[in-house]
């Protein structure tokens, strides 16, 4: 089945970095749109970033925009996120999905998300 | 940029149906998505396109898209509906495609 897994959240300082995997399986990765978003804790859902199949189209919110950079391997199916100069506000359980109809479609499914804290 | 607005609550009854709305400006022009979201869980797609329902979506589960407001409607609502609902759009007012959620409605099941 469609299968989405994310890695690599935790606890990090005020300007550290860490980088975001999600492993995807089940579909033909390359055909897709991929997409971060993220949920700070009893909030709400607010997109992060996404990237074209061919990672040659990138957008990112402005909220994370020249901090975050999404990226994506074809050959191994996975797609990441590495974010540096992190703030207490970018605290939040991060989510990759797959973006269905490119551009003015839905997302589906989601993984079970990474929780990553940004405290000192 | 644009803004979509959900009521931060909806309390129903069992057997009752429920209408979650999602304002925004001309949002009928638009293609709308909702999500339930239990909780520990993460968001799951219950409709597309304005209306129209992923397999193994109960159809109960329907949606209508006009003007300035969009609504998930919920009938013969059951206990385990109860969880937080988000719409999502496109936005491409800006000089790139930007992806919008709404703030969310909590449904409890009375």
């Known amino acids: 089945q469609v299968q989405l897994v994310e890695s690599g959240g935790g606890l990090v300082k005020p300007g550290g970095s860490l980088r975001l995997s999600c492993a995807a399986s089940?579909?033909?990765?390359?055909?897709?749109?991929m997409s971060w978003i993220r949920q700070a804790p009893g909030k709400g859902l607010e997109w992060v970033s996404y990237?074209?199949?061919?990672?040659?189209?990138?957008y990112y919110a402005d909220s994370v925009k020249g901090r975050f950079t999404i990226s994506r391997d074809n050959a191994k199916n996975s797609l990441y996120l590495q974010m540096n100069s992190l703030r207490a506000e970018d605290t939040a359980v991060y989510y990759c999905?797959?973006?269905?109809?490119?551009?003015?479609?839905?997302?589906?499914?989601w993984g079970q998300g990474t929780l990553v804290t940004v405290s000192s | 940029s644009y803004v979509l607005t959900q009521p931060p609550s909806v309390s129903v009854a069992p057997g009752k149906t429920a209408r979650i709305t999602c304002g925004g400006n001309?949002?009928?022009?638009?293609?709308v998505h909702w999500y339930q979201q239990k909780p520990g869980q993460a968001p799951v797609l219950v409709i597309y396109?304005?209306?129209d329902r992923p397999s193994g979506i109960p159809e109960r589960f329907s949606g209508s898209n006009s003007g300035n407001t969009a609504t998930l409607t919920i009938s013969r609502v059951e206990a385990g509906d109860e969880a937080d609902y988000y719409c999502?759009?496109?936005?491409?007012?800006?000089?790139?495609?930007?992806?919008?959620f709404g703030g969310g409605t909590k449904l409890t099941v009375l």
């Open positions: 990237i074209s199949s061919s990672g040659s189209t990138i």
């Open positions: 999502q759009v496109w936005d491409s007012s800006s000089d790139h495609p930007d992806v919008v």
């Open positions: 396109y304005d209306s």
């Open positions: 001309n949002i009928g022009s638009k293609s």
């Open positions: 999905a797959r973006v269905v109809a490119i551009l003015g479609g839905w997302f589906d499914p």
């Open positions: 089940g579909f033909t990765f390359s055909d897709y749109y």
